[in-house]
């Protein structure tokens, strides 16, 4: 767990399940994943690296998160370039800010948020197509395709 997280209770999210989300789509037919996964196998961008070097909470939705004070210009044109693609397929992106978080904790209370004593580094060299299932004990993720990040010519 993070630095600063010492204030909050709530479900810890499985190390195994964490992740940045780029686009949410929600709910699709059959069909409608082979289009999303024929879109986003188009994409290409470069790998990077994202600095998580802040923490927060969302009261609105109890999520306690770590963060980037600033989005790495390489995950704006992947975000970009995987938003052209699903529009191009006929999705509706998101039209929301996209603020890049990690979630941390589901179900926050917390008293204060701690800034992090040293940033954590991710290095991002591939973006994959996921599935959440809401379980009684929490959100699961399967991975169905995954994409490396290669550098563009």
Known sequence: MAEGAEHCGGRRMRRDSLHVTLEFIGAVS???LVRLHDASATVRAAPFEMVLD???WWPH???FWAGCQE???RQRRLIAALSRALLAAG???DSRQHVPHVTLLRQARCQEVRPLDAPIRWQVDDFTLVESFLQPSGVR???LERWPLQECA
């Open 141 to 143: 993720y399967r991975v």
């Open 71 to 73: 989005m790495p210009s």
């Open 61 to 63: 939705n109890a999520i």
């Open 91 to 93: 999705f509706q992106p």
């Open 54 to 56: 802040r923490l927060g």
């Open 30 to 32: 059959p069909e409608q």
